[in-house]
């Protein structure tokens, strides 16, 4: 009867590790299709928007800062927010464009 045992241990192929590797693969791949991707695309719109943004738009800072571009500098916008106050946000920190030259631009809500 051993030798029954050892016969069919024998017999059987080891299972392929592909095969194993599998649902790590799917997984890996379900995570960068439901996570990284969107979030690249969302990047690019933000550099494209980012690009585009002139002097006398109207924009919303990350902080929820209202305000008008009055000048671009290297690597930051000088933002009016009141009748004589004025700020430097970095341009990192621009999250969307309110009115650009006197046109409402749409908002999209995320």
Do not use: H
């Not at 690249?40 to 919303?60: C, N």
Request: no cysteine; charged share 20%.
């Amino acid at each position: 009867m051993t030798s029954a045992v050892s016969i069919l241990a024998q017999q059987t192929p080891a299972p392929n590790p592909l095969f194993s590797m599998l649902p790590l693969f799917l997984l890996v791949g379900g995570m960068y299709f439901l996570m990284i991707a969107p979030q690249r695309k969302k990047q690019k719109q933000l550099e494209k928007m980012l690009a585009a943004l002139q002097s006398g738009d109207e924009v919303v800072t990350t902080a929820g800062i209202y305000g008008t571009i009055t000048n671009i500098k290297d690597d930051r916008y000088v933002i009016r927010i009141g009748d004589n106050t004025k700020v430097e946000v970095a341009k990192g920190f621009i999250q969307s464009v309110v009115k650009r030259d006197g046109v409402v631009v749409e908002e999209k809500k995320s």
